[in-house]
């Protein structure tokens, strides 16, 4: 256990908060609570294993807020949750046989390749959605970048959301709110199948966790009922620029 004052405790719960109100609008708001949790001084893999554990109530708050623009997906997604929950796991198991060191030598490049992704993610989603759309080889395409996104949403938390809506963004033609209501259900489906397995792993701060498991609910819960009036693209600019400076923060601290 990490020695953490109670000022830390209340800031923690603050950046949860808004993290869960952002990540449910746009994605990206643990890239908000990941830094904050490193600078009150947890370690970066106990950092990251509380903050996946931290926020999962806050993407569960956001996915009941957007229930209603799941409608009729229901049978269609499950291919895409069963290998969203096998890249979660699997990502959690990375973290936990990763060393200090190395993790905290490639967290600046996670950061980079999430924000990099969003960024670009037009651009991308006009090169794959051609005549390939809806064949095979386009749905293994689809299930192969969403293991691959799962597997660092369950390794490296901050980010999940950027590059779930990426990901998704490239495959598909929902309008966006229907869209970030996937993601946010994708994201409850790899947090939690992360988090089941971390809280086992001992590298959890707890007092943490029972602070900003609530905010994050608080702010996720608001944030959905706010994802129809607060347009995401003028979110997500500052998100991948917060994103970018985080980054190069770690790259040359």
Not at 87 to 107: K, M, N, P
Request: with cysteine; net charge positive; aromatic share 8%.
């Amino acid at each position: 256990m990490t020695d953490i004052s109670a000022i830390a405790h209340v800031v923690a719960a603050a950046a949860a908060l808004i993290a869960g109100g952002v990540n449910a609008i746009a994605g990206g708001g643990t890239l908000i609570t990941f830094p904050i949790l490193t600078a009150i001084g947890v370690p970066a893999v106990r950092a990251n294993a509380t903050n996946t554990v931290s926020l999962c109530p806050g993407y569960v708050g956001g996915s009941y807020a957007q229930r209603r623009d799941l409608a009729g997906l229901g049978r269609g997604l499950r291919p895409q949750m069963i290998t969203a929950a096998l890249g979660g796991l699997g990502g959690s198991i990375l973290l936990v046989v990763t060393s200090e060191a190395v993790f905290r030598q490639i967290v600046p490049f996670m950061i980079l390749a999430a924000c990099g992704l969003l960024g670009f993610q037009d651009r991308l989603r006009a090169i794959l959605t051609s005549r390939s759309q809806g064949s095979p080889s386009h749905r293994l395409l689809e299930l192969g970048s969403i293991l691959l996104a799962a597997i660092y949403g369950g390794y490296f938390g901050a980010g999940l959301g950027i590059m779930l809506v990426a990901v998704l963004g490239l495959f598909s033609h929902l309008p966006f709110t229907r869209l970030n209501a996937v993601k946010q259900l994708m994201s409850v489906v790899i947090n939690g199948c992360a988090a089941a397995f971390l809280v086992f792993s001992g590298r959890i701060e707890w007092t943490l966790v029972l602070v900003m498991a609530p905010a994050s609910l608080i702010g996720g819960h608001l944030g959905g009922r706010l994802v129809g009036i607060i347009p995401a693209q003028r979110l997500r600019p500052f998100v991948i620029v917060f994103g970018v400076i985080v980054a190069l923060i770690y790259l040359f601290r």
